[in-house]
């Protein structure tokens, strides 16, 4: 039997070891390693995933969701909603969104969307101080707000923007030397 | 059920514990029948962060509810997914290929490091420690948090487990950042013992309270720490040895009397064995595939995912106890019945027969060491 | 030792008198109700099985009968499963209004003490074998409205006294979320959405008709 009291003394004197060490130590070994935000930042991580954004390759027109569905479909809250634009004069469907919106308010970051694309399109984000003071409308992101430039993809997430980006020069320099062989115009598959 | 009628006249006093209170760890509310300060009866009351989780899950894909599963018991996600995922690949009959079946071993041994330390953190909270005991946790399961981040995307709601694999390949760096985690960490428990075990107000507090017998932890379908507190040795990853786990050299920890200081420190000893696991892992750890050929259609088309006609039941060691998935395919896309059988809920069948008896005082430690998580209690 | 289906039938219809098994996937279907407590307790004390363990209590619903499934472990033995499975057609039962108010005994006398409830049925519970079941069976009652005979406290668990209806019966009346309702239609009309036609005619014939938007159930079984 050790003396009454010695347990409590032992603890206490390790909150004061760790209250002296605190202050010299490294933040990942003990020190102080509370982030002061929003002054100070932690360190970002490149998979990292938020809401979900739409890319577009040089400029905004040049939107790579073709308006599938797809995405659609699979979100399991059901937060996308998709309409297709129709040609101004034959009333085809062109493959471009019209509509593209996001409920924020309802997704629940899973990353399906991201999965399921099989255009490269939708991504998950970094950006994550997302606040709105209206609950039905601000939330509601319309594709303006989702449309990011690749560029801006590889910066956040070089890891798998690098692959994805290789992959369709590859497909787009087969494409061009299917083209200049003059066989009958093939269709994208 | 207490016969309001018969307490006429008595000094019987009804308290309404929750489902507001801090320390119900959530919003679970308890009724508590007081004579003095001691308990008569208690009666859980949950639901009321029900939200149906079964019948969202009836009404999607096999792929769409793993996002779902991890917001069971959100403190270990990680735990979620690997059973929803075995009971799925027991189903459809799909096997992770090796590295696969490792980074699972990896992940769900750091969740139940995270999961272990909340508990006690809180555990210490609801003693009266104030925070100080849970910043120390919060200090280190920072770090696991950080590397779930990197692997999976998110802190939290890690969504990390596929059907035959896991969602991304690990990097080497990240590995050496776990390495460096696991060694590190003997030296963090034993900081947190130093402060902790031999404590004499903890000690005073915990010992013989909330004792629970063997033999009604065994009728009462107690599971994980809390039934091998009592003396019991039953481990699935032992029993079962599912995912990679007859492979590893690990002990089962158990307790003495079953009182809420031997769940403490069941939970101490099973950090350092999931530590023991984690350096054999991550020593071992082969290069390959992280995805099974079988399963990687369905990564890009979840619907197609229909399995044969039948049913499997896939339970792991949850760091709450026994987390089951009982799973019935008709053939669709969708399961025709999804059930979870959750370890925080069923652990909870004996709350009254540990509190009957203690003080108004103890009734929120013996909760606390029970480890429940309203998320998962609810679903 | 071995926990085949077969085994399992051939050795409980040996020692458990009168008793009727069908062999359902990898399971066993005790015809009779009423033998399950008979069942589950021999399972519980045999020396070969010494199935202490009752993991999992489940229900379903295969729209013509309800069914409760059990999973049986053995901690002491550490084999496993034994699964077991009873059935119970859908039958019209009263059942007691309100339970928990009933056994506080203070219900006044002019409160109905039962009411009709269409779809029920009655299975023995287990909880005076296993005391997992306490919760679990609860749960089955909230959920489908099978009525555990011999369980202590049978009351609503997750949804609140009053609740009408059982959630997760294949009959219950969810709301369909690809069809729209009109004040959907008008919220998002409102915000400036494009709501294509076809939905928006869909949901005035709802409207004309009086009705909910309610999702498509399934008429016959796809699974017995």
Same mark, same amino acid.
């Given at each position: 039997?050790?003396?009454?009291?010695?347990? +409590?003394?032992?603890?206490?004197?390790? /909150?004061? $070891?760790?209250?002296?060490?605190?202050?010299?130590?490294?933040? %990942?070994? &003990?020190?102080?390693?509370?982030?002061?935000?929003?002054?100070?930042?932690?360190?970002e991580i490149e998979s990292f995933r938020n809401f979900p954004f739409l890319v577009y390759d040089g400029t905004p027109e040049k939107i790579r969701c073709v308006?599938?569905?797809?995405c659609?479909?699979?979100?399991?809250?059901?937060?996308?909603?998709? +309409?297709?634009?129709?040609?101004?004069? /034959?009333? $085809?469907?062109?493959?471009?969104p019209?509509?593209f919106?996001i %409920?924020? &308010?309802?997704c629940?970051n899973?990353g399906?969307c991201e999965d399921v694309c099989p255009f490269d399109s939708i991504y998950m984000d970094h950006a994550f101080?997302v606040?709105?003071?209206?609950?039905?409308?601000?939330?509601?992101r319309?594709k303006e707000t989702l449309l990011k430039s690749n560029d801006y993809f590889l910066k956040i997430r070089p890891g798998t923007a690098t692959p994805v980006d290789q992959k369709r020069r590859a497909a787009e320099?087969?494409?061009?030397?299917?083209?200049?062989?003059?066989?009958?115009?093939?269709?994208?598959? | 059920?207490?016969?309001?009628?018969?307490?006429?006249?008595?000094?019987?006093?009804?308290?309404?514990?929750?489902?507001?209170?801090?320390?119900?760890?959530?919003?679970?509310?308890?009724?508590?029948?007081?004579?003095?300060?001691?308990?008569?009866?208690?009666?859980?009351?949950?639901?009321?962060?029900?939200?149906?989780?079964?019948?969202?899950?009836?009404?999607?894909?096999?792929?769409?509810?793993?996002?779902?599963?991890?917001?069971?018991?959100?403190?270990?996600?990680?735990?979620?997914?690997?059973?929803?995922?075995?009971?799925?690949?027991?189903?459809?009959?799909?096997?992770?290929?090796?590295?696969?079946?490792?980074?699972?071993?990896?992940?769900?041994?750091?969740?139940?490091?995270?999961?272990?330390?909340?508990?006690?953190?809180?555990?210490?909270?609801?003693?009266?420690?104030?925070?100080?005991?849970?910043?120390?946790?919060?200090?280190?399961?920072?770090?696991?948090?950080?590397?779930?981040?990197?692997?999976?995307g998110?802190?939290?709601?890690?969504?990390?487990?596929?059907?035959?694999?896991?969602?991304r390949?690990?990097?080497?760096?990240?590995?050496?950042?776990?390495?460096?985690?696991?060694?590190?960490?003997?030296?963090?428990?034993?900081?947190?013992?130093?402060?902790?075990?031999?404590?004499?107000?903890?000690?005073?507090?915990?010992?013989?309270?909330?004792?629970?017998?063997?033999?009604?932890?065994?009728?009462?379908?107690?599971?994980?720490?809390?039934?091998?507190?009592?003396?019991?040795?039953?481990?699935?990853?032992?029993?079962?040895?599912?995912?990679?786990?007859?492979?590893?050299?690990?002990?089962?920890?158990?307790?003495?009397?079953?009182?809420?200081?031997?769940?403490?420190?069941?939970?101490?000893?099973?950090?350092?064995?999931?530590?023991?696991?984690?350096?054999?892992?991550?020593?071992?750890?082969?290069?390959?595939?992280?995805?099974?050929?079988?399963?990687?259609?369905?990564?890009?088309?979840?619907?197609?995912?229909?399995?044969?006609?039948?049913?499997?039941?896939?339970?792991?060691?949850?760091?709450?106890?026994?987390?089951?998935?009982?799973?019935?395919?008709?053939?669709?896309?969708?399961?025709?019945?999804?059930?979870?059988?959750?370890?925080?809920?069923?652990?909870?069948?004996?709350?009254?027969?540990?509190?009957?008896?203690?003080?108004?005082?103890?009734?929120?430690?013996?909760?606390?060491?029970?480890?429940?998580?309203?998320?998962?209690?609810?679903? | 030792?071995?926990?085949?289906?077969?085994?399992?039938?051939?050795?409980?219809?040996?020692?458990?008198?009168?008793?009727?098994?069908?062999?359902?996937?990898?399971?066993?279907?005790?015809?009779?109700?009423?033998?399950?407590?008979?069942?589950?307790?021999?399972?519980?004390?045999?020396?070969?099985?010494?199935?202490?363990?009752?993991?999992?209590?489940?229900?379903?619903?295969?729209?013509?009968?309800?069914?409760?499934?059990?999973?049986?472990?053995?901690?002491?033995?550490?084999?496993?499963?034994?699964?077991?499975?009873?059935?119970?057609?859908?039958?019209?039962?009263?059942?007691?209004?309100?339970?928990?108010?009933?056994?506080?005994?203070?219900?006044?006398?002019?409160?109905?003490?039962?009411?009709?409830?269409?779809?029920?049925?009655?299975?023995?519970?287990?909880?005076?074998?296993?005391?997992?079941?306490?919760?679990?069976?609860?749960?089955?009652?909230?959920?489908?409205?099978?009525?555990?005979?011999?369980?202590?406290?049978?009351?609503?668990?997750?949804?609140?006294?009053?609740?009408?209806?059982?959630?997760?019966?294949?009959?219950?009346?969810?709301?369909?979320?690809?069809?729209?309702?009109?004040?959907?239609?008008?919220?998002?009309?409102?915000?400036?959405?494009?709501?294509?036609?076809?939905?928006?005619?869909?949901?005035?014939?709802?409207?004309?008709?009086?009705?909910?938007?309610?999702?498509?159930?399934?008429?016959?079984?796809?699974?017995?």
């Open positions: 039997m050790t003396l009454f009291g010695t347990g +409590v003394l032992k603890g206490l004197i390790v /909150t004061l $070891k760790n209250f002296a060490t605190s202050y010299f130590r490294k933040p %990942d070994n &003990g020190g102080i390693f509370t982030v002061q935000y929003p002054e100070e930042r932690a360190k308006a599938c569905g797809i659609e479909r699979e979100c399991p809250p059901k937060c996308i909603h998709i +309409v297709m634009e129709t040609e101004a004069g /034959t009333g $085809k469907p062109a493959k471009r019209a509509v919106e %409920d924020y &308010g309802l629940m899973c399906m101080e606040t709105a003071s209206d609950r039905t409308q601000e939330l509601v319309p320099e087969k494409k061009k030397t299917a083209q200049a062989a003059a066989t009958p115009p093939k269709t994208n598959p | 059920m207490i016969n309001t009628k018969s307490l006429e006249g008595s000094q019987m006093l009804e308290i309404n514990f929750g489902p507001q209170h801090p320390s119900t760890h959530g919003v679970f509310r308890m009724n508590v029948f007081l004579e003095g300060e001691k308990i008569c009866a208690l009666k859980p009351v949950m639901g009321y962060l029900h939200r149906n989780h079964e019948l969202i899950a009836e009404n999607l894909p096999y792929a769409a509810v793993m996002a779902y599963t991890d917001r069971l018991d959100y403190f270990n996600s990680m735990a979620n997914n690997f059973g929803y995922a075995l009971a799925v690949e027991k189903l459809a009959d799909i096997e992770a290929p090796e590295r696969a079946a490792y980074l699972r071993v990896i992940m769900a041994e750091l969740a139940r490091i995270v999961n272990h330390l909340m508990l006690i953190g809180f555990l210490l909270n609801d003693l009266g420690a104030f925070f100080t005991p849970v910043l120390y946790a919060f200090r280190e399961r920072e770090k696991i948090l950080d590397i779930f981040e990197e692997v999976s998110s802190r939290m709601m890690c969504n990390y487990f596929r059907f035959g694999g896991v969602k390949d690990v990097s080497a760096e990240t590995l050496a950042a776990i390495k460096k985690i696991v060694a590190g960490f003997p030296a963090f428990l034993e900081e947190f013992e130093a402060l902790l075990t031999e404590n004499e107000i903890l000690c005073m507090r915990c010992q013989n309270v909330g004792v629970l017998p063997a033999d009604l932890a065994v009728n009462a379908g107690i599971t994980g720490p809390v039934l091998r507190a009592s003396g019991v040795n039953y481990d699935l990853r032992k029993v079962d040895a599912y995912g990679l786990y007859d492979r590893f050299d690990f002990k089962v920890p158990l307790g003495k009397k079953g009182d809420v200081y031997d769940r403490y420190y069941v939970r101490v000893l099973e950090m350092r064995e999931s530590l023991k696991i984690l350096e054999q892992a991550l020593a071992k750890i082969p290069q390959g595939d992280i995805l099974n050929k079988k399963a990687l259609p369905f990564l890009k088309a979840p619907r197609n995912f229909k399995p044969a006609v039948g049913e499997a039941y896939g339970r792991i060691e949850s760091p709450k106890g026994e987390l089951g998935y009982y799973l019935v395919s008709d053939g669709t896309p969708q399961p025709w019945r999804y059930h979870v059988r959750a370890p925080s809920l069923i652990n909870l069948t004996v709350l009254e027969d540990m509190c009957v008896g203690q003080k108004v005082a103890d009734a929120i430690i013996i909760l606390g060491s029970i480890d429940i998580v309203l998320g998962e209690t609810d679903r | 030792m071995d926990l085949s289906v077969e085994t399992v039938k051939k050795e409980l219809e040996t020692k458990v008198p009168g008793l009727k098994l069908r062999k359902v996937r990898d399971s066993l279907l005790i015809e009779d109700a009423k033998d399950l407590t008979r069942v589950a307790s021999f399972l519980k004390t045999s020396p070969a099985f010494r199935l202490d363990y009752l993991s999992s209590v489940t229900g379903s619903d295969y729209l013509t009968y309800l069914e409760s499934v059990y999973h049986l472990y053995s901690i002491e033995k550490k084999h496993g499963p034994v699964v077991l499975r009873v059935r119970a057609p859908k039958t019209t039962v009263p059942i007691p209004i309100n339970c928990s108010t009933a056994a506080m005994g203070a219900v006044p006398a002019t409160v109905p003490q039962q009411k009709i409830i269409a779809g029920t049925a009655k299975i023995p519970s287990l909880v005076p074998v296993y005391r997992s079941a306490e919760l679990q069976e609860r749960e089955v009652y909230d959920m489908f409205g099978i009525i555990f005979e011999g369980h202590p406290d049978l009351r609503r668990i997750f949804m609140w006294e009053g609740f009408e209806g059982y959630p997760l019966r294949k009959d219950y009346e969810q709301e369909d979320t690809e069809v729209l309702e009109a004040a959907d239609i008008a919220w998002l009309d409102a915000r400036h959405i494009a709501v294509p036609n076809e939905l928006k005619e869909k949901a005035k014939e709802l409207q004309a008709a009086g009705k909910r938007a309610v999702a498509r159930k399934p008429e016959k079984p796809r699974i017995a």
